[in-house]
């Protein structure tokens, strides 16, 4: 089993930052794809961002990409989020999601192995 503990969602104003934390354990780190997804009330949850597990290779959303960055510290277990730029359309509880196979947690299904669950970010107009 792998535990997955998101924090740093909060409350911010429109053109703010944030930066998302997500704590693993109890499974060899760097052997997973660590991905961020999030869910906006009355929406479908949808795909943010994918990490390989080395952090060679990265994904993002059409919506978010030159906004937001996902990075990872396999030492301290640690994957991140850095949003920049908030719009008040990334207003959701944010996901981290862990799968041996990054093409898994890019598409973002239920077969993705592990799931935390959540952190809520809400950006103010």
């Known amino acids: 089993q792998m535990q997955l503990v998101e924090s740093g969602g909060e409350l911010v104003q429109a053109g703010g930052s944030l930066r998302l934390s997500c704590a693993a354990s109890g499974r060899t780190f760097s052997s997973y794809a660590m991905g961020w997804f999030r869910q906006a009330p009355g929406k479908e949850r949808e795909f943010v961002a994918a990490?390989?597990?080395?952090?060679?290779?990265?994904d993002y959303a059409d919506s978010v990409k030159g906004r937001f960055t996902i990075s990872r510290d396999n030492a301290k277990n640690t994957v991140y989020l850095q949003m920049n730029t908030l719009k008040p359309e990334d207003t959701a509880v944010y996901y981290c999601a862990a799968d041996q196979l990054l093409d898994v947690v890019r598409r973002g299904g239920d077969d993705i192995d592990y799931w935390g669950k959540g952190t809520l970010v809400t950006v103010s107009e």
């Open positions: 990490i390989s597990g080395l952090g060679r290779r990265t």
